[in-house]
């Protein structure tokens, strides 16, 4: 009762809410085509390599939103580059890239002005969310639920059979990017909530929690959605009655639904494959 009288008495909780409910979601809905597509690795590269744009957005006096997307977008089109005309792997030219990135990031960060700031950018404090950092969410949700609702299909189709989507035709590459840009975006959603530093929890816990429990791609979205707002309500209940960080404790939250998914999941679930497996045994013996 405490945390809902609160929530309709400051208005830096109002925004702290609304804000992790929307950054739980798209995080949820982005983290069901990574995860799918095997790109867990290029979210966290990209989560890490905003980093100097971060810091240059703070030293120059602007939103970070700007930085962080250029040099979002830079890293996934460097991953792309170095993959494509070297003998460098993918996983590679990841680690090569976001490291370089990251490093930079650091090296920046000494020399920015605010360091505390940039603090909270690396770990999240939901609770300094700005009204402007609220519209920017509000904005990037709406670009990432229309563009997977318009390219839901084309998107279904690369995820799960690339060969396929290269016999319709379908532009595999731009795809890629696409959605490379969408992950970037979300990234930049989720800075002030849960930080660089566990952003890429968020995209992949939810989705991974949503794809133990359905083999559909909608009911996985929607899944995938729901877990990561609950997170956000959770784990900012508890980071405010119990003075935690917000972003750790949205994380812990997500973590919490994926153990009893992968504990209860009536297909998937551990124990539910133990008790069948054991009437299984049971079964053969009384034949």
């Given amino acids: 009762m405490e945390f809902l009288s609160?929530?309709?008495e400051y208005g830096f909780l109002q925004k702290a809410l609304l804000t992790s409910v929307m950054v739980g979601m798209i995080c949820g809905i982005i983290g069901c085509f990574i995860i799918l597509r095997g790109m867990?690795?290029?979210g966290d590269a990209i989560s890490h390599a905003v980093l100097p744009g971060v810091a240059l957005s703070?030293?120059?006096g602007i939103n970070f939103f700007f930085g962080a997307v250029v040099t979002g977008v830079l890293t996934a089109l460097g991953i792309g580059y170095v993959s494509q005309n070297s003998r460098i792997k993918n996983d590679s030219a990841i680690g090569?890239?976001?490291t370089s990135f990251f490093a930079v990031g650091i090296i920046l960060i000494t020399f920015a002005k605010s360091s505390t700031d940039l603090y909270h950018i690396l770990f999240g404090n939901v609770l300094a969310v700005r009204a402007s950092d609220m519209w920017i969410t509000l904005i990037i949700g709406i670009v990432i639920a229309a563009v997977v609702y318009l390219f839901y299909k084309e998107l279904l189709v690369s995820s799960f059979d690339p060969v396929m989507s290269a016999a319709y035709g379908l532009p595999g590459r731009l795809i890629h990017y696409l959605l490379m840009t969408l992950l970037t975006l979300v990234t930049v959603a989720s800075l002030q909530t849960v930080?660089?530093?566990?952003?890429?929890?968020?995209?992949?816990?939810?989705?991974?929690t949503a794809y133990l429990l359905t083999n559909r791609l909608w009911v996985m979205i929607y899944l995938a959605a729901g877990f990561g707002a609950l997170s956000a309500v959770v784990g900012l209940y508890f980071s405010v009655k119990y003075n935690?960080?917000?972003g750790a404790a949205i994380v812990l939250a997500s973590a919490v639904w994926f153990m009893l998914a992968l504990a209860f999941s009536p297909k998937q679930g551990v124990l539910w494959r133990h008790f069948r497996s054991r009437r299984k045994k049971a079964?053969?013996?009384g034949l």
Avoid: R
């Fill in 58 to 60: 703070y030293m120059l």
């Fill in 283 to 285: 079964a053969l013996k």
């Fill in 195 to 208: 930080g660089i530093i566990l952003v890429v929890a968020m995209l992949i816990t939810p989705a991974s």
């Fill in 96 to 98: 090569i890239v976001f």
């Fill in 6 to 8: 609160g929530i309709l």
């Fill in 40 to 42: 867990a690795l290029m």
């Fill in 244 to 246: 935690l960080a917000s």
